[in-house]
């Protein structure tokens, strides 16, 4: 007796926005579950479409993607067809292909602290400030004092090393990268889906339907099916039915 093919299926995540803890949590979580559905998972198409967030968060959804790899023994082909900009870089670079449109950008690679400096404001409303800290360095992120020297100069070794972090982490992802690829990258430089791919940062110029052939080919599946992973609602609807059926049982006469 033949036994039909068990059907096999294409995941389809989206990392949209700002790279932020809870979106790196959350596709985290919806990856480990892809045990569980049905039908069986073959391949994740990961779409990244950001630019940028937290750098940390950006690391952390990089470790589920190698989740998926090694663990689940899935491969994953990300998608560009917009942006994928400092920390959203990072998400795409981690997967085995990455596709890319012609048009889309990608780059912007680095660290920045952005810190705004109100003091002379405050002195024209008359309004002063005073941090009583342990040491110099325990109030240099406020927004209400200008930086003194060694809080300046710690937070511009801090801005150089998680830099220098950054570059390492691309070229954990992409170790062949050739000399003009991070010499472009490192100076923070911006590019099109085209010259990512004669730099070697992407491997395929195409679209959503290049990428689905993609996951196919590593996949060993000619036409397997697709599903759309949607991300959890904001909005707590269990929770908010129960309230509105309680407070209509209050209400009632």
Known sequence: MIWPRRPSCIYVFSIAGPITEASALEFALRLRELPTRKPAACAVLLRVSSNGGGAGSAEAIIEAVNLCREELGLPIVALVMETALSAGLLPALAADRLVVTPSATLGGAGAIVRLLSPSALLSKLGVGYTAYASNALKDMFSHCADLAPEAEQALHELVRENGRQFMVAILACRPALGAEGRE?????????????????????????????????????????????????????????????????????P
């Open 184 to 252: 472009r990258l490192a100076a923070g430089q911006v590019l099109n889906g085209a010259e990512a791919v004669a730099l070697g940062l992407a491997d395929v110029v195409g679209g959503f339907y290049a990428a689905v052939a993609e996951c196919g080919r590593l996949a060993g599946h000619g036409a397997p099916l697709l599903r759309f992973v949607e991300p959890a609602s904001a909005v707590p609807w269990p929770l908010l039915d129960g309230l509105l059926r309680l407070g209509k049982r209050w209400l009632s």
